[in-house]
């Protein structure tokens, strides 16, 4: 496991944030029926209610309306946009060499934006985050805006058998982190810390034995998370990829809270794992556990890929009021395997 010393952001801030979930909900208990027992009954226990369902819109379709809107929160131009970085976990509907952030780019008129297209895991709009800290921090960039996007829905990836305790749901979620004050209609959140771990001997949890030759057949294989999973525990113990977790997560919380407790602490914005999931690897590790999470809002769209905290936070935007001071955590976890936390505090 490799890490870096936790460190302070100094002036970054969340100055807006967006997202597009779409109004289709899918009842995880009429989807479950469908499926043969024992999928049933493990769909069943990821203790989801509704995954979000995109039938429509493309990624990059979502990603742009998610990134207008953060942009909107923000009171940012795009032509004031530095950077441009699009995560995602499963496909774009285009040629492979197609690159969605220069399309975004496009789109909103970022004239002078640099645009990147990241493939990181679940964990790649927070990476993102931490690599955005120091890019804009000292230099002449100033702006960043970050999207994650997915959708699953008419594609080879089966959202409900495809992994292990999680079922995922389509959507998009936009940041605009500044260097420079937010706008002043537009409070934002002040980054205070930034901490990420990452254990490479985990990466194996989605990787084939051998690499295997592109074919019309290997394409299904491709999303099949659980088989690489599998392999990988049989060989390793199903102990290594809890043990993993629960240090890495340890780790962030003592970089992020050294005191172990913060009266100023709101939420916690974990992945939007099953539930069983949570309680087991992140609830024990953090202050409230469960009580601080947004499980209410994960259990109704699902596992968005990379895009659950940003999204997550946008739902706080929308539905809580913050005073000055009040602080949040988002902790984001990914294929690789790394992890990352961010502390944030209300201006």
Known sequence: MTTAPPRPSPGLSI????????????????????????DAERIRATGYRTIAAENTLYPGDMALVAAERALAAAGTKPQDIDLIAVTAIHRHGHQRLWSPASWLQSRLGATR??????????????????LAAGLLSGSSRRNALIVATDRFAA??????????????GDGAAAAVLTADTPAPRAPGWRVLTIHSVSDPELEGLHRLDEPAPETRALFGAEHD???????????????SLREATRRAVREIRRALLPTGTDPALRHVVYPNLG????????????????DTSLWDFGATVGHLGSGDQIAGLDHLERHHTF????????????????WTGVLLERR
């Open 113 to 130: 934006a640099l645009p990147f297209t990241v493939s990181q895991g679940c964990n790649a709009q927070l990476l993102v985050l931490d």
């Open 275 to 290: 539930l069983p999931l949570l309680q087991e690897n992140y609830f024990p590790e953090f202050p409230g556990g469960a």
């Open 155 to 168: 594609s080879g990836f089966d959202r409900f058998t495809a992994d292990y305790g999680i079922v995922y």
């Open 15 to 38: 100055a807006g944030t967006g997202s597009y979930l779409p109004e289709q909900r899918l009842d995880l208990a009429a989807e479950a029926a469908r499926h043969p027992d024992a």
């Open 225 to 239: 998370v659980r088989a690489a999973k599998k392999r990988y525990l049989a060989a390793h113990g199903t102990d």
């Open 323 to 338: 005073a000055a001071g009040d602080r949040i955590v988002l902790l984001g976890a990914g294929a690789g395997f790394t």
